[in-house]
């Protein structure tokens, strides 16, 4: 009786280790939440395209030389890459000539033709070889599935003086070491997320001097709700060209960082708008905003303008960005305009030295004021099955 | 009873000062009821400054701002730009009786402001430099095509201690700012 007491109790006991033991390799595998759940086999599984770069920059950039960097970086983070002839065969048989973005369909026959489980964008928004070497790119990587979802999205701008140190002695003036070093970052942000053990979307650090200078948010509108957002490209009133479409991209990364958000891939967004021959001449209208929420599918509408981009050691950048629900109202607008040097007070100390980095920092303030902080740089997008559509 | 000369003093520096603060006029409809305006289109400004963006920031500014107000919904630019362009207004700054009583029609809005920037930028005076604003706006009765409330206010400028001691004075986005405030403070406060 003892005997078997004892021998109930053990029993009890190894039941109570073998839970503990299960709860602990369940919280060991869990990913961070909202991270991307990798179909079997995480980033060392999953097979990319590499699409040619697309330049957002305001001068020439050698787009090949780009492509095969990111291409190489992306293999040495262990990543099986699909790029080259066989992409520009991909690119031809669709007649594809913008790659700066991809539709659904296109994103779809990627699977079947490249048998890749997503695309690789690339767009260049600076690039500067000489002086201190600058350059600025965003990637996005997005599902070759039929709804062309982002999966992972990140970018960095840097120039060779960002952090010049002690006497100069941290100026970068190779620009092959800075791109290197950048590129690695960026491999190396996309297999963690592929991994489920980093972000879908790292969102650029939020400071008080990149708010909104004029807010107005309708008291209607919940910013903690579960949205899917359509950004259209803003209206460029610079003379710097694609300045709008720089803007926009920078909103939909930082919006894809609120895990909550479905933010809808810009070339489905621009297929749609192309397909349904919507051009927005002096800015988003009614009709515009009903057309882009119903095709896309989307509860949100942003568009905006933007009034000044200017790039350099001090760039400066001024836009107007104004979110429209599905009933046609306007739910916010927000004003920003900032500059590298606003709030810089101690020598160069949080100086920002790229143009690109100053609208990725104003478009996260705009993206918090309208959303919230949320839970940032998260999703529960999971990965593509292998074989099916989403 | 003569005026000393102290007291003479102090009412020229008041009405130096007053000319200083840059108010301008004001004018409401008496006949008017404003709490009926719910929801506005805002028309392209006319700039009448060298900077040829100064118009579009400061109706930017303007929209923004009226909308952040909480009382009037104003109508996106966009919006705004398509109505005027289907009715083929072709001077949208300043369109005519008729046409704004059709694009208030168009767009479903109870009144339409439309303004000119006179000023926007860098002005000098010696060795100091300072962004100074200026501008006026009406309002029109969508219905009727009539002015119901008209405003212009001047802001910015070079003070007494860029005039001293230099500087490059205030931004222009804050200087914008202040002006619509000053310009929707009298709208609001009749």
């Not at chain 2, 005519?96 to 208030?104: D, H, Y």
Request: proline letters at 4%.
């Amino acid at each position: 009786m003892t005997c078997w007491t004892g021998s109930s109790s053990s029993s009890r006991a190894g039941r109570a280790v073998a839970l503990v033991l299960t709860s602990l390799v369940a919280c060991a595998s869990a990913r961070p939440a909202g991270a991307p759940a990798a179909s079997g086999g995480g980033a060392r599984a999953f097979r990319v395209a590499v699409l040619p770069a697309d330049s957002l920059s305001s001068g020439p950039v050698p787009l090949r030389a780009v492509t095969t960097q990111v291409e190489r970086a992306m293999e040495a983070a262990g990543l099986k890459v699909v790029g080259g002839d066989a992409v520009e065969a991909y690119l031809e048989n669709h007649r594809l000539r913008f790659t700066g973005g991809v539709d659904g369909p296109a994103a779809a026959a990627a699977r079947g033709e490249l048998g890749v489980d997503g695309l690789l964008i690339t767009t260049v928004e600076e690039h500067e070889l000489e002086g201190p070497p600058r350059l600025a790119i965003t990637f996005r990587l997005v599902s070759a599935s039929e709804d062309a979802r982002i999966l992972w999205t990140d970018g960095f701008g840097r120039a060779g003086d960002d952090a010049p140190g002690l006497l100069g002695l941290g100026v970068v003036r190779d620009y092959r070491r800075l791109e290197a070093r950048e590129l690695v970052r960026m491999a190396r942000s996309l297999t963690l997320a592929l991994d489920g053990r980093g972000p879908r979307a790292p969102p650029c650090p939020a400071e008080g001097r990149f708010e909104p200078s004029v807010l107005y948010r309708s008291p209607d509108f919940q910013p903690a709700g579960r949205y899917s957002v359509a950004v259209l490209p803003f209206v460029n009133e610079t003379s710097r060209r694609r300045a709008g479409d720089l803007l926009a991209l920078e909103l939909t990364r930082q919006l894809a960082g609120i895990g909550r958000l479905r933010v809808i891939e810009p070339g489905v967004t621009r297929d749609r708008l192309i397909h349904y021959r919507v051009i927005m001449e002096g800015g988003v209208s009614l009709d515009t905003a009903r057309v882009t929420l119903e095709t896309v599918g989307a509860d949100l509408v942003i568009a905006g303008y933007v009034r000044e981009l200017s790039e350099g050691a001090d760039p400066s950048l001024e836009y107007t960005a104004l979110a429209l629900d599905r009933s046609g109202k306007m739910v916010w607008q927000a004003t920003s305009h900032g500059n590298g040097s606003a709030g810089v007070w101690f020598f160069d100390w949080s100086m920002i030295g790229s143009a690109s980095q100053l609208a990725c920092r104003l478009a996260r303030g705009s993206a918090v004021s309208l959303f919230g902080e949320g839970d940032t740089g998260g999703t529960e997008v999971a990965l593509p099955a292998k074989g099916g559509k989403q | 009873m003569r005026a000393r000369p102290s007291h003479l003093l102090v009412v020229a520096a008041l009405a130096l000062l007053a000319g200083c603060a840059g108010s301008g006029g004001n004018y409401h409809d008496p006949n008017m009821d404003f709490g009926s305006v719910k929801t506005v289109a805002v028309l392209p400004f006319t700039n009448l400054s060298r900077d040829s963006a100064g118009a579009e920031r400061v109706r930017d500014v303007f929209v923004n701002m009226l909308l952040a107000s909480g009382s009037i919904y104003v109508l996106p630019n966009g919006e705004v730009a398509r109505g005027l362009n289907r009715l083929g207004v072709q001077n949208a700054a300043n369109p005519s009786v008729e046409e704004l009583t059709k694009l208030g029609s168009f767009l479903k809005c109870d009144a339409i402001i439309g303004g000119v920037v006179k000023e926007y930028g860098e002005v000098h005076s010696g060795n100091a430099a300072a962004n100074v604003v200026s501008a006026s706006v009406q309002m029109f009765e969508s219905a009727s095509g009539r002015v119901i409330w008209s405003a212009s206010s001047t802001k910015g400028g070079i003070s007494l201690t860029d005039r001293m001691f230099g500087g490059g004075g205030v931004p222009a986005n804050d200087v914008t700012e202040s002006l619509v405030n000053d310009l929707l403070d009298r709208l609001f406060k009749q």
